[in-house]
């Protein structure tokens, strides 16, 4: 902390009177005592000592202040009024006592995600209080953040120790709300520094649930060291048992940290309408090894798809169906990189146990240069390369546990331009050796197993990109809500794109993308309309985006890939759409457009109309708006097409909001998913919250209704700023 100007020096106390035409106002001075009558301070290079008398002795450093006594603190802040005090002011002791004493600490305001924060300074009254060094020792009174005379909350007991900036103890003390007293605590330990570390046992909460019955929970947060800590949780569902939790993080160094977490349930219920036990662990690390490599590693295990479906808290985690788990080391100069990595990824296709898709890589080593000019000419160079095994297994059959898979493809890349048509050809070579196959069985080509016959593709890819000259137009008089001027853009490209010499497609066995290659001869046609703002400060935005695209292709079976009365994805429609369209040969992909526009509004609109079906098979809308403290958001996504390909299905969702986690006053929020072709509310919640200038209570209803899970949920939670929250709602599961 920096001198204070004019401080008086470590070893010299100042005394000056502030008196202002009071009836008495004296200094008299009586060996080495000085009696001060009338408002008067003494100063050190630390402290302040305001009073309306004060008896002080210079040898000593002792002071006696009576009558509206002013204490201050200039290094850790602290403020204190007091009737009488006993103090000596000499800065090697500092020590104590006040009378009937108030006063204010300083918070380090932690803006953790999810924590109530306030700029309220730590408040505490006592009949009397120590003051011995950097300790303060209160006795008979309470603290509080709240704004006095009448705080929302305080914490009331008979002996509390504070240490400003660093943490506050209190010793059998009651918590009250108001004048309502909730809790007891033998013992609690509050940090006041930033990002606070103290291990302790996690206030207890309980509830209901309709499905699992009523449940408590409690747990204990160890603090093992400045760079480790574990979180233990544990909550009792009486019609289920005993689901656990635990996380560990660490801080090795600068360069390496961690963080390990797993929860798991063993069911003791008989009802068919909850899974069996299960767990659920993941684990995420990273480390700077030196030299410019770096180690990265998810670990995602689930026992079962049911198990998350059942026991997840949110809507999105209860649908997410996949497991995705990878480990690699990696370095990257220049033009230059290389990669060994292991990855496993489990798509869960139901809540049926062993019903699933199941691809490992382990291990695999990339090898990848990126576009490198060559000789200074308008040609660039760039290799993409792998090698490693590979694992696959799924309902239909299974691969032996390493099938070895090499894959090479060097490309080069030319610029043209031609009166202001830029012209990208490439041209890249795909060679992919497989140890496994597929091969059919017997004289029956329709059914086909597994086998270790090697297996080459040997495939030539040509594109040419073609970016057309852009057509614009600055318009000068607009709408203020879209700023000084706008430019409109049109922007037209067309890509035409060859594949040839995958004549096996269909005996490859499918790892990830790089088995979607498949001979192609087809042309894109996109267009790109944009409206570019500019306000007053010169800042352009994107404001509109409206592109469409269209795929023609001349051969429509893909090169034989493309079996009809069956869903087919290949490389090539890929990026195009997210659904595939691809139930038998076809010359044409839907037409796609998507519609942007960012200002107050958000507005997304994709569309797809498929010009062989003659109808709109895919839909999706989300619109948002935000203006003060309301939010609204609303979302559409609807699919029409062959049941060969996916089941049809309009999915609504939408949100209101009020407010915000640090708002005074009442928030609310309400969000609804509703399936349209089953008529069916999936999930829905509404959260109401009132905070006041120090705490607030969050009170949340959810229902789940889809697979197997049908059931209510009404979760709450009280927080005390800066301090954290008690309840049966985590952080994680609050709506804003």
Known sequence: MLPRPEAPSEDYVITQSLCTGEPICSQEDDGDWIYLRGRHEIETTDSELRAD?????????????????????????????????????HQDEETGTFYNVSGSAPFRVDTRPGLLTTTNPFYFQAKWAEKIQDEYVLHQGFITDCELPKPWWTMRGNLFEIYPRNYAIAHKSWFYVRSIPLFYLPIFRKRLEKHPRHSGILLPSGGTNTLKGYFVD???????????????????????????????????????????????????????????????????????????????????????????????LTINEAVFTQSDSVGFIDKHWSDYGITFAADRDVNFLSVTG?????????????????????????????????????????????????????????????SLNFGGIYIQPSFAVHETFYGSSFSPIGLSSGTEMVTGANIWRNAEDATVNIVLPSFERVFDHVPSWMGQKVKHVIEPRITYHYVTGVDNFNDIVRFDQTELLSDTNQVEFSIANRLLAKDKNGTVTDLLTWQLFYDRYFNPTFGGAVVAGQPNLVESIADLTGYTFLDGPRHQSPVVSALRLQTKVSFDYRTEWDPVRHEWVETGITAGYRVQNWGFNLGETRVRTDPILLANTDQLRAQITYGNQNKRGLSYSASVFYDVNLDVMEYMAAQVSYNTDCCGVTVQYRRFAFGTRDEHQMLFSFSISNIGSVGTLARQQRMF
């Open 218 to 312: 409690a747990g204990y947060y160890w603090a093992i060291s400045r760079s480790y800590d574990l979180t233990y949780e544990g909550t009792y569902f009486t019609a289920v048992g005993l689901q656990q939790a635990a996380e560990f993080r660490g801080k090795v160094n600068d360069f390496t940290g961690f963080d390990i977490s797993i929860n798991g349930l063993d069911n003791k219920s008989n009802n068919p309408s909850i899974s069996a036990s299960g767990f659920y662990l993941t684990a995420d690390g990273r480390s700077l090894l030196g030299d410019g490599w770096d180690a990265h590693g998810h670990l995602d295990l689930l026992s079962s798809f049911a198990y998350r479906s059942e026991f997840s």
């Open 354 to 414: 062993g019903n699933s898709v199941e691809i490992r890589k382990l291990p695999e080593a990339d090898f990848m240069v990126r576009e490198h000019q060559l000789l200074g000419l308008p040609l660039w160079f760039s290799l993409d390369s792998s090698t490693g095994t590979m694992f696959r297994t799924e309902p239909d059959f299974t691969t032996r546990q390493f099938v070895p898979r090499t894959n090479l493809e060097p490309g080069l890349t030319g």
């Open 53 to 89: 008398e004060l008896d002080y002795n210079k040898e000593t450093g002792y002071v006696e202040a009576r009558g509206k006594v002013e204490y201050q603190n200039f290094v850790t802040q602290e403020k204190l009024y007091a009737d009488r005090v006993q103090y000596y002011a």
